[in-house]
């Protein structure tokens, strides 16, 4: 499964707003939706420690 398919289940699962769950990654909304479209890549080592968190 691709990182932007399985980060927008998550997102639905999680029944959060993209624009909120963008800032509580401290992305921005542009920048989810490129990851979720698959034209961006997340930093996977700070976004997976974000993902812990959360």
Do not use: W
């Not at 932007?4 to 707003?17: F, M, N, R, V």
């Amino acid at each position: 499964m691709k990182t932007g398919k399985l980060l927008e289940e998550l997102i639905e699962i999680a029944q959060s707003p993209k624009t909120d769950f963008a800032i509580s990654m401290n992305m921005t909304p542009s920048g989810l939706s490129k990851i979720l479209k698959g034209r961006r890549l997340p930093f996977l080592p700070k976004f997976c420690m974000a993902q812990a968190v959360i």
